[in-house]
């Protein structure tokens, strides 16, 4: 069983702000070991940061071993709720410098929450001013990462209050609304087209698609609710990530409902399947905008998935 965050004592915050500096600083050394090549001077302004992510594990190192001693609690990320969790970004082919500075920034805001929250709950005079600090310096990380690869990107940079939105925006809407549309329209595309070939009957077919569309909006909604409280990544009010998220999800089985409600059989079915097909370049476009997934990439896994689902949903319903 996952701890929540309130749970954790002084010295397996620590421990954890240990283990989240480690991992940051080989990120950080990943990311300038890939960018090194085109962007050399992005990939040193990465290396700077991980020396002084390292210098941050030795601070936090050293002040656990002050007051707790030599032996750390064993605790890792999947072991609290909610806790950072990285996108593994630096595994894609052909890394781009917008995309390493935009995980950077993600990185230092859901940093600079975590100590800041801790910083809060720490009852020890040193361990809250530590926390305190990093979650100063983790702030100026993030505007140092917002800065990055400005003289490398032929994009005209933002101001930086534009770019915070836009990071709060992808993590707190589009990625649970994505979640939602994704789920939405691909899920409920065999059960609604089987319930249509095997009826022949469009109202019939309506209210299958209304039940199963508002049922799985229902069920996504308090899934994401429920997921992540937000308190330390930063990703906001978990209703208001569920209310996105369950909208969503409705949205995208409603699409290919809605056309049910004509009354000739082969004309609402010829409709759906048009919405269909743009519903899923819908979903292949914001992953490619917002999420970094090569648009090639987006169309197979979403368009060619969706397509044989549908398929199966029509053999079903027809056999």
């Excluded at 996108?87 to 929450?113: C, F, H, N, T």
């Excluded at 836009?166 to 319930?195: E, H, K, N």
């Excluded at 209703?239 to 998220?245: A, D, F, I, T």
Aim: include cysteine.
């Amino acid at each position: 069983m996952s701890k929540h965050f309130t749970d954790l004592t002084e010295p397996e915050v620590l421990a954890l702000a240990i283990a989240n500096e480690e991992e940051d600083s080989r990120i950080y050394l990943n990311f300038a070991s890939r960018l090194r090549e085109q962007f050399p001077g992005s990939a040193k302004v990465f290396e700077d940061m991980a020396v002084e992510e390292q210098g941050h594990r030795h601070m936090l190192l050293a002040l656990f071993e002050r007051k707790f001693g030599k032996e750390m609690p064993y605790i890792t990320r999947a072991d609290v709720r909610g806790f950072l969790k990285r996108r593994p970004v630096w595994l894609m082919e052909g890394l781009r410098i917008d995309v390493a500075r935009r995980q950077a920034e993600i990185m230092e805001l859901e940093a600079s929450q975590f100590y800041a929250k801790s910083a809060e709950r720490a009852r020890d005079v040193d361990v809250r001013k530590l926390l305190g600090d990093l979650a100063e310096i983790e702030k100026k990380h993030e505007s140092l990462a917002a800065k990055l690869g400005e003289a490398n990107v032929t994009l005209d940079v933002k101001a930086e209050e534009d770019a915070t939105r836009r990071r709060l925006l992808v993590l707190q809407v589009v990625q649970p609304g994505l979640a939602g549309l994704i789920d939405g329209s691909v899920s409920t595309l065999a059960p609604i087209f089987a319930a249509a070939f095997a009826t022949h009957n469009t109202w019939e077919t309506f209210l299958i698609g209304l039940a199963a569309s508002v049922g799985a909006g229902i069920s996504m909604g308090l899934t994401e609710a429920m997921s992540d409280d937000g308190a330390i990544t930063g990703r906001g009010s978990p209703w208001l990530r569920g209310v996105v998220c369950g909208v969503m999800t409705a949205i995208g089985g409603l699409g290919h409902t809605l056309p049910y409600l004509i009354p000739d059989f082969w004309t609402a079915t010829i409709v759906a399947g048009i919405v269909v097909i743009f519903e899923l370049w819908a979903i292949a476009w914001i992953r490619w905008k917002y999420m970094e997934t090569p648009f090639t990439r987006a169309v197979v896994q979403i368009v060619l998935g969706g397509l044989l689902v549908l398929g199966a949903g029509i053999l079903i319903g027809a056999s």
